[in-house]
């Protein structure tokens, strides 16, 4: 079956570095991707990684190791507005097919002053 | 700014009503579109995935005929919610794939949303 797996809620204080992890057991991969979505809102892309190893995008960098089926994004330097709800997805299937995403259940990040 | 763009950004309607709701990607060509549903507190429900020209593929459990979609060219997908029941009510969200200029891999967009109320 399909199987992603993440923490319900951390809490961080400002100025700190998190970690979120996320595990997944899916048929096929193309790739993970991590998304940030705030109350009410659409989830707005971050990340996306496909081969082994660390994405680093700023504040933001991303790992994947797919021997291990796992994923973790980190989050350096924290800021209040960085206290969203971010969500892991897969990629399944091989490349070319329509590839439909497939979500975890979402990571609510508080961050406190 | 903004990659894919869905309208309206809310609706009410009556009870019995049909919804049409558009997504359309803004600067790139979208090879698939998916459409999601989302209850406060849950995470994404993928409902159906779009190619362009071709029917939609719904998730088990998504009633076909209850919510329509129509995808017309490669940067336009609308999705209609037939005869919508305040069940229906829910945050409705389209995500455009394709290629961008400057972008080495495809990507998966998402619009701002459509949050759907009945009454």
């Known amino acids: 079956g399909q199987n992603i797996d993440q923490p319900t809620e951390m809490t961080a204080t400002e100025g700190a570095i998190v970690q979120i992890n996320c595990t997944y057991q899916?048929?096929?991969?193309?790739?993970l991707f991590w998304y940030q979505q705030h109350a009410g809102e659409a989830p707005t892309f971050l990340s996306y990684n496909v081969l082994d190893g660390l994405e680093e995008k700023g504040r933001f960098s991303s790992f994947l190791s797919r021997s291990k089926g796992y994923s973790y994004l980190l989050l350096k330097e924290l800021q209040m507005k960085d206290s969203a709800s971010y969500l892991c997805a897969v990629r399944g299937g091989p490349s070319g097919n329509t590839g439909k995403l497939i979500f975890g259940q979402g990571t609510t990040l508080q961050v406190k002053p | 700014g903004a990659v894919v763009s869905q309208h309206p950004s809310w609706v009410i309607c009556k009870s019995g009503t049909s919804v049409k709701i558009e997504c359309r990607s803004l600067d790139f060509q979208a090879t698939t579109m998916f459409w999601y549903r989302q209850f406060p507190k849950q995470s994404l429900m993928l409902m159906a995935t779009s190619n362009e020209g071709s029917k939609a593929t719904y998730e088990q459990g998504v009633e076909k005929d209850k919510f329509l979609i129509n995808h017309a060219s490669l940067t336009l997908s609308t999705l209609t919610v037939t005869s919508a029941h305040p069940e229906d009510s829910s945050f409705y969200i389209c995500?455009?794939?394709?290629?961008?200029?400057?972008?080495?891999?495809?990507?998966?967009?998402f619009g701002p949303g459509t949050r759907l109320t009945v009454l």
């Open positions: 995500s455009a794939r394709g290629l961008r200029r400057n972008q080495r891999t495809d990507t998966q967009y």
């Open positions: 899916t048929s096929g991969f193309n790739g």
